[in-house]
């Protein structure tokens, strides 16, 4: 699948690429014992988008800390979470400076996840005539694609649009809710139907 650079802007979500990126290595620690290898394995995701896409416009999409609109839907939701380690945070003020220091925007709001700014701006984007790159592992990203609207996993090193999600899957796009609430999900504590 061919993105144009010129018209699309990539929507990153910050968080899953963060914690893909602390559990994807080994531990890496500077000279001085300092823990790395989550701002060593986001930048070079970073870089080797740069560098394949050239992209005109990327955002890194953040979840804020505490309660989310979802928590006020389903009190449960993501109550069986462990705690992230302790290191994590450290790591992504590493990871904030380095996208300072090259000037990529990043955005969070308090009480929403960063799936649900992605989706906003990614509908505000393709109104106002852009495309949109999706860049995440998320399974659940999934239910934003549309025309005009494409996921990079950088993990799998793959784009897909609706069309190619179909073809894997059996389903279009639009039953992917419907799915989802028949399985549930427990990384979300979301029950399925029994």
């Given at each position: 699948?061919?993105?144009?650079?010129?018209?699309?802007?990539?929507?990153?979500?910050?968080?899953?690429?963060?914690?893909?990126?602390?559990?994807?290595?080994?531990?890496?620690?500077?000279?001085?014992?300092?823990?790395?290898q989550?701002?060593?394995?986001?930048?070079?995701?970073?870089?080797?988008?740069?560098?394949?896409?050239?992209?005109?416009?990327?955002?890194?999409?953040?979840?804020?800390?505490g309660?989310?609109?979802?928590?006020?839907?389903?009190?449960?939701?993501?109550?069986?979470?462990?705690?992230?380690?302790?290191?994590?945070?450290?790591?992504?003020?590493?990871?904030?400076?380095?996208?300072?220091?090259?000037?990529?925007?990043?955005i969070?709001?308090?009480?929403?996840?960063?799936?649900?700014?992605?989706?906003?701006?990614?509908?505000?984007?393709v109104?106002?005539?852009?495309?949109?790159?999706?860049?995440?592992?998320?399974?659940?990203?999934?239910?934003?694609?549309?025309?005009?609207?494409?996921?990079?996993?950088?993990?799998?090193?793959?784009?897909?649009?609706?069309?190619?999600?179909?073809?894997?899957?059996?389903?279009?796009?639009?039953k992917?809710?419907?799915?989802?609430?028949?399985?549930?999900?427990?990384?979300?504590?979301?029950?399925?139907?029994?």
């Amino acid at each position: 699948m061919h993105i144009n650079p010129e018209k699309t802007v990539f929507l990153i979500d910050g968080s899953s690429l963060l914690y893909r990126a602390y559990y994807g290595l080994r531990p890496l620690h500077t000279s001085k014992g300092v823990p790395v290898q989550a701002v060593y394995s986001f930048c070079r995701m970073i870089k080797k988008m740069i560098d394949t896409f050239n992209p005109k416009a990327m955002v890194v999409v953040w979840d804020s800390k505490g309660k989310t609109t979802r928590h006020a839907m389903y009190e449960y939701y993501k109550a069986t979470r462990q705690a992230p380690p302790s290191d994590l945070f450290e790591q992504k003020k590493h990871i904030l400076e380095f996208s300072n220091l090259i000037e990529l925007c990043h955005i969070a709001q308090p009480g929403v996840e960063a799936d649900d700014i992605m989706y906003s701006l990614g509908q505000e984007l393709v109104q106002a005539g852009d495309e949109v790159c999706l860049v995440t592992s998320d399974k659940d990203i999934s239910q934003m694609l549309k025309p005009g609207i494409s996921i990079f996993d950088p993990f799998k090193d793959k784009i897909f649009n609706a069309d190619d999600f179909a073809a894997a899957n059996g389903f279009p796009v639009e039953k992917l809710p419907f799915y989802y609430a028949l399985l549930g999900d427990t990384s979300d504590n979301i029950p399925g139907v029994k």
